[in-house]
């Protein structure tokens, strides 16, 4: 029986090119699942109350929080794809490659599954151990891709501490994840049918 050498394990970077359409989905939903078991296990050890940790509030207002958050987000993204080069906000590729071939209703189905899975790991048992400032520290690095420009790590900083502090506000984590729900699925749909020049 051949021994287990970790000295043998070789990482190398791929590019996003090198992945076909279904390995990315893979990984895709591969994290997202992963992501929603570590929030769930983590939500647990703190003895939180996963169901009322998920409870959909009687009051409406959190769709007034995720949507204005929403829109504030879509706007600043749109003013800076518009005077920022695309050079200093680009993420590899990786949100093209995704969204731009896929019909509207996956757009819709990718954009809900990443924004309960995020959302719960991140805002319902991040934040509540550490806090938002730290939160979206984490949230930042977790988006690896965003780090070689400080553009859109500032950005998706900003909109991480937008999003613990309308899960604050609002008691709810439902606030958070129509936000995030939302500016995935407007982004999505503008890469989607966005023409080039």
Not at 90 to 110: M, Q, Y
Not at 125 to 154: C, D, K
């Amino acid at each position: 029986m051949k021994k287990f050498d970790i000295r043998n394990i070789r990482v190398r970077k791929v590019n996003i090119d090198e992945i076909d359409d279904r390995m990315l989905l893979i990984n895709l939903y591969a994290t997202q699942a992963f992501t929603l078991i570590i929030g769930i296990i983590w939500i647990l050890f703190q003895r939180q109350n996963l169901l009322q940790v998920l409870a959909i509030p009687k009051q409406w207002e959190f769709l007034a929080w995720g949507a204005g958050l929403a829109a504030a987000v879509i706007a600043v993204d749109l003013l800076i794809s518009r005077w920022v080069p695309d050079e200093a906000t680009d993420d590899g590729g990786v949100n093209d490659r995704i969204f731009r071939s896929r019909p509207v209703w996956h757009i819709a189905l990718i954009s809900f599954v990443v924004a309960v899975c995020e959302e719960l790991l991140f805002r319902g048992a991040i934040q509540h151990a550490i806090g938002p400032y730290w939160t979206s520290i984490v949230f930042a690095a977790i988006h690896v891709r965003y780090l070689r420009h400080w553009i859109p790590t500032g950005l998706v900083f900003s909109i991480s501490y937008g999003l613990g502090w309308i899960y604050i506000q609002s008691g709810t984590l439902w606030a958070p994840i129509v936000a995030h729900f939302v500016i995935d699925f407007i982004m999505g749909l503008i890469i989607r049918f966005r023409r080039e020049p």
